[in-house]
DNA sequence: GCACATACCTAAGAATCTTATGTATATTGC
DNA sequence: GCAATATACATAAGATTCTTAGGTATGTGC
């Protein structure tokens, strides 16, 4: 994933609204086309990460008799998707410039 | 870098023919618009790498009283260039559609 | 009831990069 | 002439991020 995975997250945040991990892993599957398979190993300690790092509200709710935790955006949190967004699109036109790859 | 520095260096090979490694952090360093400075301690240990994984030809010049090495593909070293390039466009992509960036 | 999906978690190891250091020669500015 | 900078190679310790592999448990479809 190149690093790019706390990018993919912030924005599906930002975009969604209110997450749980499982759900995130699958809406990555589906937006790439399957070509994106987040593995839990990366997904779960980059969700702890993120919410260490005072990004991420957590709310625990219980589902039958199982607890699935939602994460969702705080007002620090917001400002780094934008910034994560706008550091990948810069991530991008240098590396065509450096590719020679034609902007389409 | 982002997992992208040996995709790097097979374009740069590919378009300039024959390269050494300080030449290599230059040409990037222009490019990149001084985006990327490529740091010796990532650069030297992927040369190395390259040529272990029997990708690269070297040649020893000297220049005065120093050694120069340059590199240069050979024909797996070819094909992995433009493999790269593609998994790297389609990496692109792949991301365009889970970002909700527009193709432009 | 058994397979599969849902839902969380952690730990060991691999890969890649940064930072720091080392060595040595060549060139440029004053 | 000499000091600073540029050229040119190299390695090693540590950080970060990811893969692989394992663990636990509940819910659903046939």
Known sequence: MKGTLKTIILHLLENEGRMYGYEISQKVKELS???????????YPTLHKLEAEGWLNVEKEHIGRRVR??????????????????EFKEFMDTMKLVLHLQPK
């Open 33 to 43: 086309l399957d070509r994106i398979q987040l593995t839990e190993g990366a997904l």
């Open 69 to 86: 935790k939602y994460y969702s955006l705080n007002k620090k949190g917001e400002s780094m998707a934008t910034q994560k967004i706008e």
